[in-house]
């Protein structure tokens, strides 16, 4: 009897039931017994024991049936791709710690070969090299001058004491001297230092593009009113005046264009989107952020990248490939990372802290570069405000006048060349166009890797650009002496990228060359 009801238990296990007098029994609990008796524990799509016959693991419990003491099913293997498997966190936390330690050896190896190098008063010595004279400084102050010269004349054109070709003639005029003087001042004055050079040519750039974008939006403003009947244009100006929107030419006033001068973009709008309030929480993490990414960006280019250029000057030399291949490896490194933090210094830190003081509702100032499967999306997507402009005031103009649209992004290439040309030779006071020919580069770049790079092979293509082109252009501009250098230079121009406001790059009367 004790044998009968133990294996009545374990059939009731089995199948589920339960002893009609616990409740629910009855002619159907038997019924439903029965049907599971006779199905089995073999009935299922993929071979698999039952849910009831298995232990807290998934196995099939000791007591069982022999023929459900199974332990296997039909399954991939977790890096099989059919298997469905995506959690691959362990992994990802995995590289980080390999990261960080082999990181950590090199920098340990050299503490312990240079010591420490970091030399504060050294970064002031950059902008300045005498005390009493602060040409780049005084170079920002002056632009104040071309910010009204652009008013003045936007505000006699909406009154209509200037014609449209005589407002045009003094537009053009007065970008022309933007570009022009201050490239005078950087090559005629000695006093002026390379990096308070490129700083101020970086002023005048963006000043160049902020009132080339305010010029074009009041001359549609102007087109749109001429358009307009003055009936309709007159009953909407009053609507917008009790709903806060501004009109043309109700925008035309200093405390307008300032703050479009001041405020992280370089497309002008009459009307910009605007945060509620300041918050004081986010601004302070943004200020903490640019202060410490600041001395570490210092740190690391005086404490890593310019003992390794130092020590390339001997392999160029001596031509030898092997050193020379090996001190562009050891140069990645750093150099990446530098890249890597000046890209959240100035995008995320920098451009947030000043949005959130002006409350500039629009922070979209970046997109996923790093997921870039091809040039033309890392373009697109790294640098939002210049991308912006450039196809709002660049590339849809020529595309309406008629150009293709390849013609059109090749007109982007050549005036994004010849601005990094005009910001990096001006204050090198070196005109061998080598970044203009590396900008021109990226359009048979972008086609190669378009053409032949798919995908994840498309993204590695495009992360090896930045990791291996950048400090190829920084040894070879570090060795310009070299005529072995300008010659390797012009053969490996389209493999290299050569990204704009280079933190990194070492220039004449810098850390490199004091």
């Not at 990446?336 to 933090?341: D, E, F, S």
């Amino acid at each position: 009897m004790g044998d009968r009801g133990g294996a009545g238990d374990s059939w009731r296990k089995r199948t589920g039931s339960r002893p009609s007098g616990q409740g629910g029994g009855g002619p159907g609990a038997a019924v439903e017994d029965v049907r599971d008796a006779v199905a089995g524990p073999d009935v299922g799509a993929r071979g698999e024991v039952p849910a009831q016959a298995r232990d807290k693991d998934g196995d099939a419990r000791v007591d069982s049936d022999p023929l459900e003491l199974r332990c296997h099913r039909l399954q991939d293997s977790l890096f099989s791709s059919n298997s469905g498997f995506s959690n691959y966190r362990g992994i990802l936390n995995w590289c980080v710690v390999m990261l960080i330690l082999s990181n950590a050896r090199l920098f340990l190896e050299n503490l312990i070969k240079y010591g420490i190098l970091v030399d504060p008063i050294q970064v002031v010595s950059l902008f300045l090299k005498d005390p009493y004279s602060w040409p780049a400084p005084c170079l920002v102050i002056v632009a104040n001058v071309f910010v009204v010269a652009a008013f003045q004349v936007e505000k006699h054109l909406a009154v209509g004491t200037l014609t449209e070709q005589v407002g045009l003639l003094l537009h053009v005029a007065n970008l022309v001297i933007i570009l022009c003087f201050p490239a005078a001042v950087a090559l005629l004055d000695k006093s002026i230092t390379p990096v308070g050079s490129v700083l101020a040519l970086i002023v005048y750039t963006i000043l160049f593009l902020k009132l080339f974008s305010y010029r074009d939006v009041n001359l549609w403003c102007r087109q749109h009113r001429a358009k307009a009947k003055t009936a309709s244009a007159g009953k909407k100006a009053s609507e917008d005046s009790a709903q806060g929107i501004v009109r043309y030419p109700d925008n035309l006033t200093y405390r307008d264009l300032y703050y479009f001068i001041f405020a992280p973009t370089l497309c002008y709008e009459l009307n910009f989107p605007r945060s509620p309030r300041i918050r004081k929480r986010f601004l302070l993490r943004r200020l903490l952020e640019i202060l410490f990414f600041t001395q570490l960006q210092v740190g690391l280019i005086q404490q890593w990248m310019v003992p390794t250029i130092q020590n390339s000057m001997k392999p160029f030399r001596d031509m030898d490939y092997s050193r020379i291949i090996e001190r562009l490896l050891k140069l990645a490194v750093p150099n990446h990372l530098i890249w890597l933090i000046f890209f959240y210094w100035f995008f995320h830190s920098c451009m947030n802290a000043v949005a959130e003081l002006m409350q500039f509702g629009d922070r979209e100032f970046y997109r996923d570069w790093w997921n870039s499967e091809s040039v033309t999306y890392f373009w697109q997507n790294w640098n939002i405000p210049v991308h912006k402009w450039c196809l709002r005031h660049f590339y849809k103009p020529l595309v309406r006048r008629g150009n293709s649209k390849w013609m059109a992004n090749t007109g982007v290439f050549l005036a994004s060349a010849f601005f990094h040309e005009y910001v990096l030779s001006i204050p090198l006071r070196m005109f061998r166009l080598w970044a203009f020919t590396a900008m021109i580069a990226q359009v048979p770049l972008a086609w190669i890797v378009g053409r032949f790079f798919q995908g994840n092979y498309g993204n590695a293509a495009v992360w090896l650009t930045l990791i291996i082109g950048q400090p190829m252009a920084v040894l070879i501009h570090s060795q310009m002496s070299s005529a072995w250098a300008r010659s390797f230079l012009d053969g490996l121009t389209a493999y290299t990228l050569l990204l704009p406001w280079k933190a990194s790059l070492p220039l004449r009367g810098s850390l490199l060359f004091p």
